[in-house]
């Protein structure tokens, strides 16, 4: 069972302080999570972009915590600290962790799922996958109700609720229309698979939900 490290918020860059001449330290680096702007130092922020780093490795399931820190230690510039970054960093709501075939619902109820990228649509040679991407090129390939989740899961207070609205294909099924059948666990599920790709690419974002 694939157990995943995926970033949490959205990157609002550097903060650089008024003043003359120009200080070209930055005073610190922002990230937007939920209804607060968190600030990192420049360890920190490095730590948290590592693991958008390997979007290959993303799509293998094969980001986690362990691997994060190799990342970290073994890199040009070795960080010693990568432990204890790492853990701060999951302890802040900054990484979140998760089994892709374990219980979802407690880690999706605080977290929202919302698109960056462009919904580029499905091909011809592969109607089953739709894409999403950049400047007309595509990042990702997913599955419909992958797709469906990633367009419009920001619209409900979090991806589990998202999930059961999805899978409630009631009104599909009295009007006589196809249906896929899928349970809510189903429909976690398939998102869960994906989503590593998605946030590592920068076609997708997970927030965390404001409890206040």
Same mark, same amino acid.
């Given at each position: 069972?694939?157990?995943?490290?995926?970033?949490?918020?959205? /990157?609002?860059?550097?903060?650089?302080?008024?003043?003359?001449?120009?200080?070209?330290?930055?005073?610190?680096?922002?990230?937007?999570?939920?209804?607060?702007?968190?600030?990192?130092?420049?360890?920190?922020?490095?730590?948290?972009?590592?693991?958008?780093?390997?979007?290959?490795?993303?799509?293998?399931?094969?980001?986690?915590?362990?691997?994060?820190?190799?990342?970290?230690?073994?890199?040009?510039?070795?960080?010693? =600290?990568?432990?204890?970054?790492?853990? !701060?960093?999951? =302890?802040?709501?900054?990484?979140?962790?998760?089994?892709? !075939?374990?219980?979802?619902?407690?880690?999706?109820?605080?977290?929202?799922?919302?698109?960056?990228?462009?919904?580029?649509? /499905?091909?011809?040679? =592969?109607?089953?996958?739709?894409?999403?991407?950049?400047?007309?090129?595509?990042?990702?390939?997913?599955?419909?109700?992958?797709?469906?989740?990633?367009?419009?899961?920001?619209?409900?207070?979090?991806?589990?609720?998202?999930?059961?609205?999805?899978? !409630?294909?009631?009104?599909?099924?009295?009007?006589?229309?196809?249906?896929?059948?899928?349970?809510?666990?189903?429909?976690?599920?398939?998102?869960?698979?994906?989503?590593?790709?998605?946030?590592?690419?920068?076609?997708?974002?997970? !927030?965390?939900?404001?409890?206040?």
């Amino acid at each position: 069972m694939p157990r995943v490290i995926v970033p949490v918020g959205l /990157s609002m860059g550097p903060r650089y302080r008024y003043v003359r001449p120009p200080d070209p330290i930055p005073e610190c680096y922002e990230i937007h999570l939920g209804d607060d702007l968190v600030e990192l130092t420049e360890t920190e922020a490095a730590t948290w972009a590592a693991a958008f780093v390997d979007a290959e490795r993303h799509a293998k399931l094969e980001v986690n915590r362990e691997s994060l820190i190799r990342l970290l230690e073994t890199a040009p510039s070795p960080e010693p =600290q990568a432990t204890l970054l790492v853990d !701060d960093l999951i =302890q802040r709501g900054l990484l979140v962790e998760f089994d892709t !075939d374990g219980d979802l619902e407690p880690v999706f109820r605080r977290h929202k799922l919302l698109p960056l990228g462009e919904g580029l649509g /499905s091909t011809p040679e =592969q109607p089953h996958l739709h894409r999403i991407g950049h400047a007309g090129q595509p990042k990702v390939a997913v599955p419909v109700q992958v797709y469906s989740q990633w367009s419009y899961a920001f619209l409900h207070p979090n991806v589990w609720k998202a999930c059961i609205y999805y899978a !409630d294909e009631s009104e599909e099924r009295e009007a006589g229309e196809e249906v896929l059948g899928l349970t809510d666990a189903e429909v976690a599920r398939d998102t869960a698979l994906n989503l590593p790709l998605m946030v590592s690419t920068g076609c997708a974002f997970l !927030d965390a939900v404001v409890t206040r």
